[in-house]
């Protein structure tokens, strides 16, 4: 039913951009959350990014004013721009969607609350 496949990974040295996409079928975005969460080696998944349906953003402190989510509702795409990137942005990154508003009708990035996950693709940066 929902598919979520992610696009847009690769190689890069520090300091360079990167931009994610993830298209999404078989679901609507109307009233859930979407986000990007990333897994490096050895650690916890943990999120790096998150949009409502009312465009509403979220980061983590790591990432904040370097990254910028974003979507396409009419393409049903969800967009990560990565820029100034830093070795240990270096992870698997995984689209979510289907993610269930939190306090304050915040969506925030945290794994139990996201239904549905893509396959991931992988982002590797060298310094």
């Known amino acids: 039913q929902v598919q979520l496949v992610e696009s847009g990974g690769g190689s890069v040295q520090a300091g360079g951009s990167l931009r994610l996409s993830c298209a999404a079928s078989g679901y609507t975005y109307s009233g859930y959350c979407m986000g990007w969460f990333r897994q490096a080696p050895g650690k916890e998944r943990e999120g790096v990014a998150t949009?409502?349906?009312?465009?509403?953003?979220r980061y983590a402190d790591s990432v904040k004013g370097r990254f910028t989510v974003s979507k396409d509702n009419a393409k049903k795409v969800l967009y990560l721009q990565m820029n100034s990137l830093k070795a240990e942005d270096t992870a698997m990154y995984y689209c979510?969607?289907?993610?269930?508003?939190?306090?304050?009708?915040?969506?925030?990035?945290?794994?139990?609350?996201?239904?549905?996950w893509g396959q991931g693709t992988q982002v590797t940066v060298s310094s």
């Open positions: 949009i409502a349906s009312d465009g509403t953003t």
């Open positions: 979510a969607a289907g993610g269930d508003v939190g306090r304050g009708l915040v969506c925030y990035g945290d794994v139990p609350r996201y239904k549905y």
